[in-house]
């Protein structure tokens, strides 16, 4: 597929988590655990596996809507002893931290697949975990807030009414240049455990589109008509006057 921009940064936002213990856990005491080793990613365009010098590759936003600060430590109950990841430790704030990756160039042929692994582990009564692609257009990663302009949007949000893996496109308006949110017509629900889930978007070469959780598709579609409002609009709109 083409080139999706300029140098994007990642930004990984949790929005108004309030983690909660109202959920049981779905794990029993007789967990098996075994020692963590650091995943192949020879071959991936860019990769966190949260190992090492964490801060010295992220940087929390400076914004001040984003009022909390990320942790890196292992799950309350680990499997892999040693996997560690961003935690939440206080609910009721927002959180948001990002990195920078090198220029991302499509090849002719080859998807575009982004992918992360979350876990409510101590519930979720109103919240979200979602990633943000960003044309960083110059920007160091700790500038980036809510308003910034994205190009992509995706990941599980659940408040209130909303319960679904959100998949948004920010799409510039060719006669208007304005930019426009184009929103998947019929996102999964959101797994309602305490377990760890990996969430992927696949974006095909024909703009056709994947979203998977656990490995198992949940849905499908294309770029030009599964997104609300269409990238491409139609060609007549009724003019009830006529």
Same mark, same amino acid.
């Given at each position: 597929?083409a080139?999706?921009?300029?140098?994007?940064a990642?930004?990984?936002?949790?929005?108004?988590s +309030?983690?909660?213990?109202?959920e049981?856990?779905?794990?029993?005491?007789?967990?098996?655990t075994?020692?963590?080793?650091?995943?192949?990613?020879?071959?991936?365009h860019?990769a966190e596996?949260?190992?090492?010098?964490?801060?010295?590759?992220?940087?929390?936003s400076?914004?001040e809507k984003?009022n909390?600060?990320?942790?890196?430590q292992?799950?309350t109950?680990?499997?892999?002893?040693?996997?560690?990841?961003?935690?939440?430790?206080?609910?009721?704030?927002?959180?948001?931290?990002?990195?920078?990756?090198?220029?991302?160039?499509?090849?002719?042929?080859?998807?575009?697949v982004?992918?992360?692994?979350?876990?409510?582990?101590?519930?979720l009564? +109103?919240?979200?975990?979602?990633?943000k692609l960003?044309?960083?257009a110059g920007?160091a990663?700790?500038?980036?807030?809510?308003s910034?302009?994205f190009?992509?949007m995706?990941?599980p =949000?659940?408040?209130?009414?909303?319960?679904?893996?959100h998949?948004?496109?920010q799409h510039?308006?060719?006669?208007?240049g304005?930019?426009?949110?184009?929103?998947?017509?019929?996102?999964?629900?959101?797994?309602?455990?305490?377990l760890s889930?990996?969430?992927?978007?696949?974006?095909m070469?024909?703009?056709?589109?994947?979203?998977?959780? =656990?490995?198992?598709?949940?849905?499908?579609?294309?770029?030009?008509?599964?997104?609300?409002?269409?990238?491409?609009?139609?060609?007549e709109?009724?003019?009830p006057?006529?």
């Amino acid at each position: 597929m083409a080139a999706i921009g300029r140098v994007l940064a990642f930004g990984l936002i949790v929005m108004a988590s +309030c983690i909660s213990g109202e959920e049981e856990s779905d794990q029993g005491a007789g967990n098996v655990t075994k020692p963590y080793v650091g995943p192949a990613v020879e071959g991936l365009h860019w990769a966190e596996t949260f190992d090492g010098d964490v801060w010295s590759r992220w940087s929390h936003s400076g914004a001040e809507k984003y009022n909390g600060r990320f942790r890196v430590q292992a799950r309350t109950q680990e499997a892999l002893v040693g996997d560690l990841g961003l935690a939440v430790p206080e609910e009721a704030r927002h959180y948001g931290a990002a990195a920078a990756f090198a220029p991302l160039e499509g090849r002719e042929g080859v998807p575009f697949v982004v992918q992360f692994e979350v876990r409510f582990q101590e519930g979720l009564t +109103c919240g979200g975990a979602y990633l943000k692609l960003f044309d960083s257009a110059g920007r160091a990663a700790g500038e980036f807030q809510d308003s910034t302009p994205f190009v992509i949007m995706f990941g599980p =949000d659940r408040c209130g009414g909303t319960d679904k893996v959100h998949f948004i496109l920010q799409h510039r308006n060719p006669k208007t240049g304005k930019l426009e949110e184009k929103h998947c017509k019929d996102p999964p629900s959101v797994p309602h455990d305490q377990l760890s889930h990996l969430y992927r978007l696949v974006i095909m070469p024909d703009n056709s589109f994947e979203i998977h959780v =656990d490995g198992e598709r949940k849905t499908s579609g294309s770029l030009l008509t599964s997104m609300e409002p269409p990238v491409n609009p139609p060609r007549e709109i009724d003019d009830p006057s006529d």
